[in-house]
């Protein structure tokens, strides 16, 4: 069965450091990669996505990397603030515009004032 | 718009009991998801409708579990009869108007059978 690995399970950063969570992804649609935040008692909620045809995308503190031929991608969470403590989920596209996507396990990034 | 609606938040119940969840989607959206959240295997796709078709399937563990989408504006996930590992949290989400094929997640369903 399709998956996507997803790492670290746990992070814990100072406040002002740089947060990198990594996913792998197995042979997948070509479509968005996107990233969803989870705060606690909430539902994931969409971050930012990028289409495996671009290679970075940032959205103010937050970038996405993407290295299609190692079919892996990363969320880079700069300046990291304690309002950005919540669980991360990554995501791989399994049908090109279906809108099914297959979830990483999640990160719970912690991080410290 | 109020965004993706689930009933009830919180349901309690006995093993063999059948429960149902309800889901209301953001109007105009054409896609519906079911997941189910647990520690051990994250966020899970269980089935997912489109223009109020069931499309997959695949994910729904075993046939105690169904769900149904009688029109755009409804859907439910029931479980008969009810086992403990069930328990989780269980989300609707949907879309289709979006950019990224954004999914919008409700709150959640917290279902705890003892």
């Known amino acids: 069965q399709q998956q996507v690995k997803q790492s670290p399970q746990s992070l814990i950063v100072q406040k002002g450091g740089i947060s990198i969570i990594n996913c792998a992804y197995e042979n997948t649609a070509f479509d968005y990669f996107p990233w969803y935040q989870q705060f606690p008692g909430k539902g994931p909620a969409l971050l930012i996505a990028i289409r495996p045809d671009v290679s970075e995308k940032k959205e103010g503190r937050f970038t996405i990397s993407f290295n299609k031929s190692a079919k892996q991608f990363s969320l880079h969470i700069m300046d990291s603030q304690p309002g950005d403590s919540a669980t991360y989920f990554c995501a791989a596209p399994r049908g090109s515009g279906t809108y099914k996507y297959i979830f990483g396990t999640g990160t719970r990034l912690k991080v410290l004032a | 718009d109020a965004g993706v609606i689930q009933s009830p938040r919180h349901e309690v119940t006995e093993m063999g009991q059948e429960v149902t969840l309800r889901c209301k989607p953001i109007?105009?959206?054409?896609?519906l998801f079911w997941y189910r959240q647990t520690m051990m295997r994250g966020l899970e796709l269980l089935i997912y409708f489109n223009n109020n078709v069931p499309i997959d399937d695949s994910g729904m563990p075993e046939d105690r579990f169904s769900a149904k989408m009688p029109n755009a504006s409804f859907s439910t996930l029931k479980i008969q009869p009810s086992e403990p590992r069930d328990s989780a949290v269980y989300f609707c989400?949907?879309?289709?108007?979006?950019?990224?094929?954004?999914?919008?997640f409700g709150p959640g369903t917290r279902l705890t059978v003892l």
């Open positions: 989400a949907s879309g289709g108007l979006g950019s990224y094929n954004e999914q919008f």
């Open positions: 109007s105009g959206h054409d896609y």
